[in-house]
């Protein structure tokens, strides 16, 4: 059997939870990593950049270029800053492989600048695939990218699509914990700190958050509707709690492949990497004699209406996702930064979808320009 090829990788947001896996994984596999970024955390990008031996690191935050320039000085590496130095990273040709683990937006640029230099993108940064995902799918069958899901349920369906076709497909079920609040009756108590405390992954905050208002779920039917060409009305979402079974494909005869494994990301990361081959890695399978029972059940709608604005946002297309994705953004900053109640992350995104404008087909910029609107109204509340 012939090795993966060697990759040279760029990690983008690599202090987060995923770029830290990330660049653990590239470590242990001997993938040498050319350039790394971070937002703000300049101590930590000049570390992780050292350690690794990249050429680049750029800090996101151009204000903070001579820090970074000084916790460089003295090392082989080269210190860029700002949104421009973003998009080159990921598409110099130095490098075959972007992870995309900057959370947010914010990652579009870098994402669509990858995508279009045909690059291997692996990708766990979810939001620009719900803002423009047509059009990254569209550019990456143009630029020849290859685009490998790093999200966990995403990876699981790629994995058990593998040798089939769209048309043999009659439905992919999303699987989700269901959060702390899974069997929480009354959301308007709940406070920071639980909602903070996912009971099967360790994430970044944002995605906590998203996790335990189900928005995230809703986020992933949009990522999953581009990355595999199935219309959302053909996406189910099922609760597991135990978190084991990753994602499933049921198709026309009844059958149904499901991926499994333990709740780790270095799992879906490494294979991004080394696909199509499974490479030996740090985790054990799980095991199933000591698990006992897995269990499922119907999301609740009613409690989780942020699940029903996924469904819609998702058939409905246009804007739509891109209104509901910047709204969620603006109202989990507002929640993680202190202020109001977990319910009301909801009614902000309920409001920012009433007022979204009806656009098929929109363009880079109209994406753009409808991210930037939602933003503005929300801040001017
Ligand atoms: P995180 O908050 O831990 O890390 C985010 C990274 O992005 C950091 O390196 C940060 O410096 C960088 N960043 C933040 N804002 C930025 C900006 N404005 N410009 C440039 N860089 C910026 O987040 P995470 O949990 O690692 O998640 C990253 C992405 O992966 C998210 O889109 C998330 O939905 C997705 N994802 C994460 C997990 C997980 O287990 N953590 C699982 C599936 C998908
Ligand atoms: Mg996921």
Redesign the pocket.
């Known amino acids: 059997m012939t090795p993966a090829a060697p990759r040279v990788l760029t990690i ?8 830290v896996n990330t660049v653990a994984v590239a470590q242990a596999l001997g993938v040498r990593v050319h350039a790394v ?5 300049v101590d930590e990008l000049a570390r992780i950049a050292v350690a690794g031996q990249a050429s680049v690191a750029v800090i ?1 935050d151009e204000s903070l270029l001579p820090q970074l320039r000084r916790a460089l000085s003295g090392s082989a590496v080269q210190a860029q800053a700002g949104p421009e130095a ?1 998009c080159a990273i990921s598409s110099c040709p130095q490098v075959d492989t972007v992870m995309t ?4 937006a ?2 579009l640029p870098a994402t669509l600048a990858a995508v279009r230099a045909g690059k291997r993108v692996c990708i ?4 620009p695939l719900v803002m423009a995902g047509e059009l990254i799918v569209r550019e990456a069958a143009s630029s020849g990218a290859e685009l490998l899901p ?3 349920e995403h990876s699981a369906i790629f994995q058990c699509l593998e040798h089939h076709h769209a048309e043999e497909v009659a439905q992919l079920v999303l699987t989700a914990s269901g959060g702390p609040f899974r069997q929480v009756l009354d959301l308007s108590q709940v406070t920071r700190e639980q909602a903070l405390k996912h009971p099967t ?7 906590t958050i ?1 996790s335990a208002t189900l928005m ?1 779920k809703s986020l992933e039917i949009i990522e999953a509707r581009w990355l595999f060409g199935i219309a959302a009305e053909r996406i189910r979402v099922l609760i597991h709690p135990q978190s084991v079974i990753h994602s499933m494909v049921t198709y026309r005869d009844g059958s149904v492949m499901a991926q499994l494994g333990r709740p780790d ?1 270095r799992v879906p990361i490494q294979y991004s990497l080394t696909y199509p081959r499974h490479a030996p890695g740090p985790v054990q399978p799980p095991d199933f004699a000591s698990l006992g029972a897995l269990t499922f059940e119907e999301p609740d709608l009613a409690r989780f209406p942020s699940l029903r604005m996924g469904f819609h946002a998702a058939t409905a297309g246009g804007l739509l996702p891109t209104i509901m994705n910047a709204a969620n953004e603006m109202a989990v900053a507002d929640y993680l930064a202190g202020h109001g109640r977990f319910i009301d992350i909801f009614q902000v995104i309920e409001r920012a979808l009433a007022q979204a404008p009806r656009v098929a087909a929109p363009r880079l910029d109209e994406i753009l320009a409808a991210d930037t609107d939602t933003r503005a109204q929300l801040s001017m509340r």
Do not use: F, Q
Request: hydrophobic share 40%; glycine share 16%; aromatic share 2%.
């Open positions: 983008l947001g690599a202090t987060g939870s995923i770029g970024s971070a937002h703000r955390k996101a973003l683990a900057i959370v947010g914010a990652g766990a940064n979810k939001e790093v999200d966990s992954w360790s994430m970044g905050p944002k995605i998203d995230n990301m």
